[in-house]
T-cell receptor, first 116, second 114 residues
Framework: DSGVTQTPKHLITATGQRVTLRCSPRSGDLSVYWYQQSLDQGLQFLIHYYNGEERAKGNILERFSAQQFPDLHSELNLSSLELGDSALYFC???????????????FGPGTRLLVL | GNSVTQMEGPVTLSEEAFLTINCTYTATGYPSLFWYVQYPGEGLQLLLKATKADDKGSNKGFEATYRKETTSFHLEKGSVQVSDSAVYFCALRGPGGSARQLTFGSGTQLTVLP
């Protein structure tokens, strides 16, 4: 158990819908990262938040957005869903933002999204 | 940009066989290198890491050495077990600036048969 929690574990929805994925980082971690794992794209970085502020964006679609709240949990919002958005969405947390040599990202169990 | 190229899978071995999964990378400067493992139905777990050239990361009998001259970080284990069956991901994190996120390879599925 990494200490990172994600809910829900599974999500089935229809095209055009909107969903929210939730992530709680490990106690004391200020950074949250979101990754998408799909069969065709592999594991891709989406977005990074540190202490409530967006720090970096990767291959995140405009239909997707995220935020980190004062209690440090984060939510990933996916809207106007398409079949191709079906994937496993992971969040990871780490202590800081600088990512020094000793810093490790700890991953949650993921949310499996199926868009029908 | 940063990239990781990982040995194509799937790999099937008999128990107690020697394992090598190749990983090479492209990055500017001196990235940190990682191997993550994903067991069926679970999230990613950090297996080992190395943060500078010639460092050797090791854990649970797995080893990988950071080779800057060949830009490689190959994963090895002398004697695999059925319980090692999983998907293995090589990853890097940039050396500084804004590149705090991980860049992953495509993953290698390992199946160990009894």
């Amino acid at each position: 158990d990494s200490g990172v929690t994600q809910t829900p574990k599974h999500l089935i929805t229809a095209t055009g819908q909107r969903v929210t994925l939730r992530c709680s980082p490990r106690s004391g971690d200020l950074s949250v990262y979101w990754y998408q794992q799909s069969l065709d794209q592999g594991l891709q970085f989406l977005i990074h938040y540190y202490n409530g502020e967006e720090r970096a964006k990767g291959n995140i679609l405009e239909r997707f957005s995220a935020q980190q709240f004062p209690d440090l949990h984060s939510e990933l919002n996916l809207s106007s869903l398409e079949l191709g958005d079906s994937a496993l969405y992971f969040c990871a947390s780490s202590v800081g933002a600088a990512g020094g040599p000793l810093e490790t990202q700890y991953f949650g169990p993921g949310t499996r999204l199926l868009v029908l | 940009g940063n990239s990781v190229t990982q040995m194509e899978g799937p790999v099937t071995l008999s128990e107690e066989a020697f394992l090598t999964i190749n990983c090479t990378y492209t990055a500017t400067g001196y990235p940190s290198l990682f191997w993550y493992v994903q067991y069926p139905g679970e999230g990613l777990q950090l297996l080992l890491k190395a943060t500078k050239a010639d460092d050797k990361g090791s854990n649970k009998g797995f080893e990988a050495t950071y080779r800057k001259e060949t830009t490689s970080f190959h994963l090895e284990k002398g004697s695999v077990q059925v319980s090692d069956s999983a998907v293995y991901f090589c990853a890097l994190r940039g050396p500084g600036g804004s590149a705090r996120q991980l860049t992953f390879g495509s993953g290698t599925q390992l199946t160990v048969l009894p």
